[in-house]
């Protein structure tokens, strides 16, 4: 029989709790009780008055018309700044798409002639081969080919060279931003606590917030498109920009200032190379974050890829979305693995001085040569220049054919499991938050943040709260929870178990590492034409998608957690005997515990955003408050759901974040 553990182990294994007395809870919980008894006396703590809701929407579109119809700035108008904008970003963006999709061309719409063809798809596949080659080994060089011959045989490759043109210019574009903005907040360090508050926001404020007042100001077009991508992926540049640099070793700084580097010298020369594995880190983030903007920039006429798949949704052609959704991915998959082979490729060696300039720069003549010889042999050979349409592959009637099948043969079970559902979780969870008094709910949230990180942390999220309700979005604010939350609990009764699978068998864990790297890397869109398909438009499908699409942080973190254990704990378990089940619940999910909640936190944090794109699919939320505003091209209303959204994600991750910090601190392993 297994003895209990000894108490050499007791330090290292805490009891949790969340810290503080449990009198200020009796207090609310009777304030609670009492408010429901005098209900009738009190119905504005039950349904929030419109006499108290703050006009914040008509102010924003106030000032936006303002911006858009008056405002000047010295010389020119805020107007003739934006048509600026559109213009010097709108020249590459034409040069890239001719190179890549359209040929260059004279003329406008069916009377254009092109007088030069693009870059053959066989010479560009052949390019970045080159490319992968030059920066890693020939394995990438593979991988990246068969991506792009995927594009190619499954018919992709028009969308998909639309969507990379916008991509070679906006990334460009953020990563530039983002780098000028990160090193002036380094060397400004209140210009970094300024913009820390504007980050923040900019990264739990919904994408689609994003796409209602650049609508506005640009229009339907793809340089709007472009514009929103830039400003949703030039954030993690900034963040890790400041925190290269700040972790730039003292020595280098200490060797700039001897050699007697300027300030500009010292910035360029010392510390960007010095921080440059750091900063490369957020150049692949922004070509990530660009790619998972694609499918929503398209609803403001980026085109491309991202157009395809929403097409696909709307006819609910799962074959189709699907296999756009797999291009997607794959094009991502191919650049990401291409910028980590840049940035972890030591620099190059200099060549001799007599060597020849072919010799110098093999790569670059093999480039040029296989570009030339692609262009004048696709004026000859068709099929060089545009891959046959004969040739093409699809699985898309076959996909379709599998759906209808299940919807026929299995009708009955999925009716039966989601009425199930909603009549025992779904709908009584959402009945007890929605009968919830909102001053004893801001009151819980204020109380949570006081006892985990103090007055302050107490007043931030009763701010959130606050703004939520003086804004009149209440009631909108409980749907977002309510869905949100049912997502996240069934996310982590199967992720966590998943994830304690992976770290406790190796076997396991190679499998759902693949299965977790699909996930991840497939566009939100393609989780929700299934769930529609199966289960029809309504706050299941919408539940079923949000569980899929943030489920991998509760198996991701769940795993590096217990992972991550000193092993020496674990074998001093073993050595007084425990069993394979004492060793899991009393030492290894304690000590993960505040990673755990970590994966939690980056779960709701995922929910929320897909939570905004199941809109489209018919629930009733904040998410739906941000679409009907990009449809209308309501500013005020769209920047308010928005902010709201934020609010909600801005509360969790400061309450979860710093306590799984604090016990961190507390187990030692912080």
Known sequence: MARPLPASLAPALPAARLGGSFLPWVLLLALTVALYVASDLVPWAFKYPRAWVVPLKVWINGLMGWLRDDASFGLFTFQELTRAISFLIEQPFRLARSLLSSGFLIGIGQDAVQVWPRIPWIALIGVLMLMARYAADPGLALLVGACFLYLAMFGQWESAMVTLASIVIAVPLGVGLGLLTGIAAYRHPRLERAITPVLDLMQTVPVFAYLVPILWFFGFNPVAAMVATVVYATPPMVRNTVLALQRVPAEVRDFGRMAGCTRRQMTW?????????????????????????????????????????????????????????IAITLLAIALDRLSQAFANRPPPAHGEAEASFVRQHPYLVMTVGLLAAGWLLGLLIPWIQSYPNEWQITTGAAVNDAMEWINVHFFDTIEAIKAWLLINLMVPFKRLLLGLPWPAVIAAVALAGWQIGGARLGLVTAGFGLFIALNGQWLNATETVYLCGISVLIACAIGVPTGILAARNERAHRIVRTIVDTLQTLPAFAYLIPAVMLFRVGDFAAMLAVVAYSIVPAIRYTDHGIRQIDPSLIEAARAVGCTRRQLLTKVQLPLALPEIMLGVNQTIMMALSMLVITALVGTRELGQEVYIALTKADVGRGLVAGICVACIAMTADRLIAPWAAARKRRLGIG
């Open 269 to 325: 020369k010392v510390l960007i190379p010095s921080a440059r594995p750091g900063l490369m880190i957020g150049v692949n983030q922004v070509i990530m974050l660009s790619l998972n903007m694609v499918i929503i920039a398209s609803m403001i006429g980026a085109g491309g890829l991202g157009h395809e798949v929403l097409a696909a949704l709307r006819r609910l052609d799962f074959g189709a979305g699907l296999e756009a959704a």
